[in-house]
Each structure stands twice: as C-alpha cells, then as structure tokens.
C-alpha cells in the first residue's frame, strides 16, 4: 500500500511501515526542494482527453456530475492489473486502460465505465489531444501543476484528432458555465528503472486517478473527492516487481467529474524515456545546453513537442496524399511526384488504396516549371518500409489497387516507405514517423 490506501491484492504494493515513513519524508523533500527554483527547462506530455456530456442534460454520462463528494475516495474500485483489451487508436497505447470491478458508490457499472478511456460514438464521447507542459529542474525533478485544469474550455489549447473535426460539447453546466468540467485524460510513457535512486511519482488533485506501473496499480485515488495527495516510490515496491536497469510503462488515468473545481498536481522524478510524440531523451557526458542531472549522469531535454501538428499526425483519415520523391530517370531525379491515395490508420494497421486516386503527376522539373505526367500504377508492384540504416523491415507485394502495412512490432523512429517496380528498382520513397514505442 501507499499512503493510506489498500492496495490489496495489488503484487506493486509496499512492503513495510518503515518505508511507508520514508516514503512521506522524501515526498516533502521532493516538494521543498523546488520552492525557490527556477525551472530550467520543460518537457511536453501528450495526453489524450475525452469530453462528456453530465448525467443532468440530454444524453448525458451517468457517471458525471451524478455523485457527491466524499471523504475518503473510493479505493479498489478497479482491478489491480491494467486491462489492455480496450479499443485502439492513432493514440499510442491507447487499448490499456483500467478496469471497474462493478457498481459502487460512485460508479454506475462496468459497461459505463469502459465508455472513459475509450472512443464512442460522439453522442457519448468525444477525444482531442493536450499538451502537459512539465516544468524541468536541475535536481531530476518534472512537475505539472495546475490549480485551475480546464484543458477544454472554449479558445484551449485542443486538437480534435477525428475526421472531419469535432467540437466539445461546450460548457453544460448550469452553474459553472465559465469552464467545461465532465472529462477524463490519459498519458502513458515509459522509463528505466534505477534502484536506489529514490524515483518517486506524485499526485496532488482531484478526482479520480489511477496510475499503472508495469501494468500494475500503485496509486489508486478513485471516486469523487477533494483534492487528495498519494505517492508511491519504485524502491519500496514489492521486492522483485522491478529490476534495475530495465524498462517499464507507466499509465496515467484522470477524470474530472464534477463541477466546483479541478486541480492536478504531478511532481516526479522519475525520467520518462518518452511520451507519444516526446523526442528521446539525450545523455551526455557534460554540462551544456538545457541539461538535468539525473541518477549521475547528463541528460538533454528533447525540442518542445508541437501538440497540433502531433494531433494531425495522429488523425484517423489523412486527407493530403503521399509525396513520391522520383528515382527513375537522371534527367528527373530532382523531381518530386504527388500519388493520392487514401490513408487510414486504425491502430497500428496503416491502409492505403488509391482504387480511385487521382493518377495525375505534377513533375516539377530542375527549371521549376510544373508539367503534368501520367502515373500507371501498374508501374510499381510492390511497397517496402525500410529504417534509416537502410534495412528492408516489411515488404508487401500489391493486389489489386490497395495495400496494409502492419507497424504493431516496430520501435518508435523513422521509416522510408518505397515504391518498387517490378524489378524492385525504387521509383518512390516517402518518409513515416512511427510514434509508438510498444
């Protein structure tokens, strides 16, 4: 257990009163030790959010703004192993997700609660993608904060991540019209585990929250309440659960679902390898630049992840079509070709068909005049995505006018995805990011 939480069959719990003392004592040091800094960098966190409608207005969630406050939360509400059979999205790990072990106090039942972390139809739910804006200081310390966490208030800072666009719900609630209240959010990163470097994770706020360590629960905050503060420390978890040097996940479940107000607080010191879409993390061996030494060693904070371009990146549909640089011919090879097929991703599963593609070129040539070709799909019978070392990773021989590229065992990088022709010379080539780390 952490805190005064039971975990209960829970195989990450603590272990003994005395690290429970310990525990406390390093929170508060954690907690002091940034009052005075100056934050010396920062790190973005994408986090996925979905709007709901509360239970009091047509068509509303049961399960918001449905429950009064109490103290204390509702622990054990869900079960201790995070559930990975959720539904899957351009949202990377987003089938992992939390499990209710049925109606309690303040929830309405299983089937409600799957309706949280997983896409519905948009008369139940509605997803866009945020930005967590942590604060980095020089003592390997992340902290967000936020003491007024409306993420989707009107004018925010939210993508809608669905084709065409959709829009909140809107501020429904009759007495807190100023802000969008009724939603949940969900991060998921991973990170090396460092014994004895006293890595701990910290959550202040309200209402419901769930955080999964290699897939296990360790802070179990659920129901409705005020803001309350847990935390758990990796080295005081059962002994074998984690082991030094190797790399874990770890899930991050919220819901804010009732009005008055909303607050989040996440002080950690743990150092997260990424996020979806977060740059890798650098290490280096001296002090330049915007650095943070954690666990001994240097380490350089990744550019800034720009949330909108991330959010069109993950979109279920894409509507511009895939730029082909030409590589048939010298007296094209600065060329560039324009082929539209359709794409849509659903999961890791990215399928193409250009059945009714467009099959006009527009050939800008040396001089940079645009001249129009024809492009005979017939031309290339084959798609293969290689990795920047140059090495064939899929290949798919093409039927018919359509194609399925499978990314479910790749690492988080860039891929070159090449048209061949029959004799397997590239006539095309278009770059991939692929922002899953599974």
């Known amino acids: 257990m952490q805190g005064d939480t039971d975990m209960g069959s829970n195989t990450a719990g603590c272990i003994c009163f005395g690290s429970m003392v310990k525990l406390m004592v390093l929170t508060l040091f954690l907690y002091y030790s940034v009052f005075g800094q100056s934050p010396i960098a920062s790190l973005v966190m994408p986090a996925k959010i979905r709007d709901f409608k509360e239970s009091n207005t047509p068509g509303g969630h049961p399960d918001f703004q449905n429950y009064g406050w109490t103290t204390p939360s509702s622990p054990n509400a869900v079960y201790p192993s995070i559930d990975v059979t959720g539904s899957k999205s351009t949202f990377p790990l987003d089938n992992r997700n939390p499990k209710l072990r049925g109606p309690g106090k303040h929830f309405s039942g299983a089937t409600n609660f799957d309706d949280w972390y997983n896409d ?10 945020i930005g967590l804006t942590f604060n980095v200081y020089e003592n390997c310390l992340f902290v967000y904060s936020n ?19 959709q829009a909140t719900f809107g501020h429904l609630q009759s007495k807190y019209l100023q802000h969008n209240f009724s939603f949940t959010m969900e991060f998921h990163t991973t990170f090396t585990y460092v014994k004895g470097a006293d890595q701990v994770f910290t959550f202040n706020g309200d209402d419901d929250v769930w955080v999964y360590i290699n897939d ?72 330049k630049g915007k650095l943070v030494r954690c666990y001994g060693e240097w380490v350089e904070m990744p550019p800034l992840t720009n949330i909108g371009k991330l ?12 730029l082909l640089q030409n590589h048939a011919g010298a ?21 193409l068909d250009w059945s009714d593609a467009q099959s006009s070129i527009q050939a800008k040539l040396e001089t940079g005049k645009t001249n129009p070709s024809s492009f ?15 090495q064939k990773k899929r290949s798919v021989r093409l039927k018919g006018q359509s194609a399925n590229l499978d990314f479910s065992d790749f690492e988080s990088g860039v891929y070159r995805l090449m048209a061949l022709n029959p004799q397997g010379a590239i006539i095309g080539s278009q770059r991939i990011t692929w922002l899953v780390s599974q």
């Open 147 to 165: 003491t007024a966490f409306f993420p989707i208030d009107d004018g925010g800072d939210f993508y809608s991540t669905t084709v065409p666009p």
């Open 120 to 129: 519905r139809d948009s008369t139940i739910n509605r997803p866009f993608l």
């Open 216 to 287: 296990s629960l360790v802070i179990d905050l659920g129901g409705l309440h005020p803001p309350r503060r847990e935390s758990v420390n990796l080295d005081q978890l059962k002994p074998g659960f984690l082991r030094d040097g190797n790399k874990y996940t770890l899930d991050f479940f919220s819901a804010e679902r009732h009005t008055g107000s909303s607050q989040i607080q996440i002080t950690t010191s743990i150092l997260f390898d990424n996020g979806p879409g977060v740059g890798i993390l650098t290490k280096t061996s001296a002090a």
């Open 331 to 351: 007296n094209r090879k600065n060329s560039a070709e324009t082929w539209n097929p359709h794409m849509k991703w659903s999961g890791s599963q990215l399928h």
């Open 376 to 390: 005979n799909t017939q031309n290339f019978s084959q798609l293969a995505l290689v990795n920047t070392q140059g």
């Open 311 to 322: 959010a069109s990146a993950m979109t279920e549909t894409e509507a511009s079509g895939i």
